[in-house]
């Protein structure tokens, strides 16, 4: 009803992520900066972290859209998984065809309670022949997840061997973790500081402040459609910013 009132063609404030609204606040500017450059320059591990809201998954929609023919990038959304799903998933967002995939389904159904370990070590094997394949290719190989605070320490460790693939110069793989501050908290246990040591590169995405809230309204108002005057007196963005 009130996008018709408004002269609105879709809804400004949905939580869905949408790039098409990205604002380019310093805090999310220099978050896509930094891995741009980062990803450019063949670094390591990369991470971003931010409380729940502050546009994580929009950041990461916008780094996948921003990557050009050059990448290879392999997305996972949701890594609360084993580490031989995980490897399974990554098989799947880097193969060209389902042939490879179906390979480790086949190896799963095989031997039972022993087929999750011999699984991951296809997997594993598969998962170097693809980004070798691909670097040959002239691709550079990209892992982006998100939510990365829910992975459990079994399957982070096998994230960690994953960047131990490579080739005489340079490594196979690029990893960009995005998470909430939960992730900084598990990546500081003593047992994971192997992969902690790895993360070249990172960046805290912070909450808009009350002049990036007022942008941010009438940036997401005029990208849905509106044209008319100011609609949020001084007042009502104070209240805005504290909520």
Known sequence: ???????????????????????????????????????????????????????????????????DDDYVAAYIPNPHCSAETLYCLIVEELASDQHDQAILLNQESNDGLSAGKEMQFVALQKIQELLIHHANSGKQLVLIIDEAQSMPEDTIEALRLLTNLETESEKLLQVVLFGQPELDVLLGQKKLRQLQQRITFQHKLKPLDRQDIEHYISHRMILAGYSGGRLFDAKAITLLTKA
């Open 1 to 67: 009803m009130y996008e018709s009132f408004f002269g609105l063609h879709e809804t400004p404030f949905s939580l869905t992520p949408n790039t098409h609204f990205f604002l380019k606040s310093e805090t999310h500017q220099q978050g896509l900066e930094m891995l741009l450059w980062a990803l450019k320059n063949k670094e390591g591990f990369l991470k971003i972290s931010g409380e729940v809201g502050t546009g994580k998954t929009l950041l990461c929609r916008k780094l996948l859209n921003a990557l």
